[in-house]
């Protein structure tokens, strides 16, 4: 069964109970780089409601749109909407409920290992740069 409507919240969006979460559909969403970003980031708002638009992904709209989704059906964040705006919060409460610790240690590795999740706009810059000046030295 899952969620789709919150007397507190009339625009929330549908969403599994936590009760409901899947390990196997939250690992899923947390595997594709863009969506770890995502995730990420909203770790770092501290519970702060982001607007979709506040992520700058290097995708197009329909893209990004998708990311969130496959997020919120896993249950790994929460959407409402407020106005036109589509506002995003990361489920850390529910998921630690379900899996104890995963939500920490996956982004942790994430942050250990800076190719699978870039967690900042610069890193894939970075990674560009080093690949040009590198190239010169193959020659």
Do not use: W, Y
Request: hydrophobic share 45%.
């Amino acid at each position: 069964m899952t969620i789709d409507h919150d007397r507190d919240c009339p625009g929330l969006l549908p969403e599994p109970a936590t009760a409901e979460l899947r390990l196997v559909c939250v690992l899923h969403a947390l595997a594709d780089p863009i969506r770890l970003r995502i995730v990420a980031e909203l770790a770092c708002a501290g519970g702060s409601e982001l607007n979709c638009l506040a992520f700058e992904l290097p995708v197009t709209k329909s893209t990004m749109t998708h990311h969130f989704r496959v997020l919120r059906e896993a249950g790994v964040i929460r959407q409402h909407r407020r106005g036109t705006s589509k506002m995003n919060t990361l489920r850390e409460d529910d998921l630690a409920a379900r899996f104890p610790g995963l939500l920490d240690a996956v982004l942790a590795a994430a942050r250990a290992c800076p190719n699978a999740a870039p967690a900042n706009a610069a890193a894939p810059a970075a990674s560009a740069e080093s690949a040009e000046s590198a190239a010169p030295a193959a020659r």
